[in-house]
């Protein structure tokens, strides 16, 4: 069965370092989603890609946060400089298209010390 | 008020029973709605996609939908403890398909 993966699953980092999140999404999935999940609430969307194309990063903090999907394949989610207020779950989801159903990866768990 | 309410519940429920999980929502521009289990540390599985009024069963689950109260629930038949988790439903169809999810709702049934 395809499945969205993600790497890493777990990750530190202290302060003011940078990190970054790989998602290769389910082969042939044009929309692919990055969300941001804190402990004990629902994900939230933090930028949407069509293809290589970002269509929605209207929640995405710019001034530390990057995304990429170079090829329209897979994609990388950058934090530099991270705070520690970025500590969450960063999911990665994908779509065949836009408003069809969400296939979501694993997760890369962040803690920022 | 946020656009997707769930009540987090923790919700304890005995093995066989039947289980209501509940969302309201206020967009009335959400075409569809899903419902995803997630287990601690990992990611949501999808349960149901539903895009209108009505019920939609698959096995166990069934998904109902009222967009007249903007109302949405998730029923679970002969509830097991690997139902165990947190229940997450989301509304879409307005910005490109982003899915607006509820703050989920925490099931454990014990044997």
């Known amino acids: 069965e395809a499945e969205v993966a993600q790497s890493p699953r777990y990750k530190i980092t202290e302060k003011s370092q940078a990190v970054a999140f790989w998602c290769d999404p389910i082969?042939?999935?044009?929309?692919l989603y990055w969300y941001r999940q804190i402990l004990g609430q629902g994900p939230e969307l933090l930028v949407q890609?069509?293809?290589?194309?970002?269509?929605?990063d209207s929640q995405l903090p710019k001034d530390r946060f990057s995304a990429e999907r170079l090829k329209g394949v897979d994609s990388t989610l950058k934090i530099q400089p991270a705070e520690l207020g970025d500590s969450a779950m960063y999911l990665c989801?994908?779509?065949?298209?836009?408003?069809?159903?969400?296939?979501f990866g694993p997760g890369t768990r962040l803690t920022v010390l | 008020q946020k656009e997707v309410e769930q009540d987090p519940g923790p919700l304890s429920v005995p093995e066989g029973a039947i289980v209501s999980l509940n969302c309201t929502y206020s967009?009335?521009?959400?075409?569809?709605f899903m419902w995803y289990r997630q287990y601690s540390r990992k990611g949501p599985e999808l349960l149901m996609y539903?895009?209108?009024?009505g019920n939609k069963e698959d096995g166990r689950f069934t998904a109902q939908v009222d967009k007249s109260s903007k109302y949405i629930s998730l029923f679970i038949r002969d509830s097991q403890p690997s139902d165990s988790a947190t229940y997450l439903c989301?509304?879409?169809?307005?910005?490109?398909?982003?899915?607006?999810f509820g703050q989920g709702t925490i099931l454990t049934v014990h044997p």
């Open positions: 989801a994908s779509s065949s298209h836009s408003y069809n159903e969400q296939f």
């Open positions: 082969s042939g999935h044009a929309t």
């Open positions: 890609f069509q293809d290589e194309s970002v269509v929605d």
């Open positions: 967009n009335s521009a959400f075409q569809y």
């Open positions: 539903t895009y209108s009024s």
């Open positions: 989301g509304g879409g169809g307005t910005s490109y398909g982003k899915l607006t």
